[in-house]
C-alpha cells in the first residue's frame, strides 16, 4: 500500500535532500564557496592542460568555445546558432571591454600567455566584462551569458563564483524564485532576499537547487491552482499520492535525464582527462 504525502512539503525537505544527493559531487571551494560539478571541473583540467602545453591538449581558443557552448547537447545550448558561438568566441579572444573601477579598455584574455584578466572582485565585474564583450550578438542571450561567465569565473587562478546575487535567467528558475518570494523578479536577485529560505547556501547552489527542483517549488508551493500556465506539464498529477522521497527522487530523475545528453562532436576527446559521470 503506498503512502500518501502527510504533510505538507517544505523547502526543508528539498535542502535536505540536495545535500544528501550532491555534496559528494560539490567539492569545496576558496572561502567555503560550492563549485559547480563534473562539467567545469573537466573544462579546468583541459585549460590547465592547455596552460602546461602538453601534447594532444585542446588549444585556447577551444577551451573559450567549451566555456560558450558548454560540453553538452542539452537545452538552451542546442539553440544557440554556430555563427553565433563564432563570433562570441572571437570577441572573448580579441575584444575590449571597459574595467569601470579604472575607466580602462582592457582584454579578457591574453591569448600569449594563455591568462585571464586578474583584477576582478567578484562575479559581477566579470559577469559585466562577458556582457560588454557579448551580450550584443543576435543569438546569444542571458542564460548563455550566464553560463560563459559562470564557467570563466572557475578558470580564474582565484575562481569567483556568484556571491552577492542568484541569477534567474532560466524561465524555470526565475518562476521557481517567483513561487518562493512571491513577487516578480529582476534577472538577478540579492542573495539575502532568500536567507530565510536557504539558510547559508551560497548563492551558485541557490540558481542550482532552483534549476533541478523547479517543477517542485512551482507545483507544490505556488498556491495557484494546477492548471496556472506556469506549471510544468512535465508534472505528474498524481504528484499529490507520492511519499515526499519518492516525489523528490522522481524530480530530481527526471532534470538527470534532461540533461542526459550527447557531447558535441568537437569535443569528444576525453583521453585527457578522465572524465567521471
Known sequence: M???????????????YYLAHY??????????????????????SYYKECV?????????????RMCVRGLYTTG?????????????????????????????????????????????????????????LIGNITGIGYVTLYDTARRIGYLLNQPIFPVAYVYLHYNCVNKAAQSILRR????????TSFLCEFCAFPSICIEDILCIFSDVFIKVLNTKNDSDETI?????????DMPLKEFLEKEDKR????KNSQRWPEFENTKIYAYKK
Not at 2 to 16: A, C, F, N, S
Not at 52 to 64: P, R
Not at 232 to 240: A, C, E, G, I
Open 2 to 16: 503506498q503512502i500518501v504525502m502527510e504533510r505538507k512539503l517544505t523547502i526543508k525537505d528539498v535542502m535536505d
Open 23 to 44: 555534496a559528494n559531487s560539490m567539492p569545496n571551494g576558496s572561502n567555503g564557496i560550492v563549485t559547480m560539478w563534473s562539467e567545469m571541473n573537466e573544462i579546468k
Open 52 to 64: 602546461s602545453n602538453q601534447s594532444g591538449c585542446y588549444s585556447f581558443d577551444e577551451v573559450i
Open 76 to 132: 538552451h545550448q542546442k539553440r544557440v546558432d554556430e555563427q553565433a558561438i563564432n563570433m562570441a568566441v572571437s570577441n572573448l579572444m580579441t575584444g575590449k571591454f571597459t574595467d569601470f573601477r579604472t575607466g580602462k579598455n582592457c582584454s579578457l584574455l591574453n591569448k600569449r600567455t594563455i591568462s585571464f584578466y586578474k583584477y576582478f572582485v567578484d562575479f559581477e565585474e566579470l559577469y559585466d566584462a562577458v556582457l560588454q
Open 184 to 191: 516578480r523578479l529582476a534577472y538577478r536577485e540579492p542573495a
Open 232 to 240: 510544468s506539464k512535465s508534472v505528474n498529477n498524481n504528484w499529490r
Open 255 to 258: 532534470f538527470k535525464d534532461r
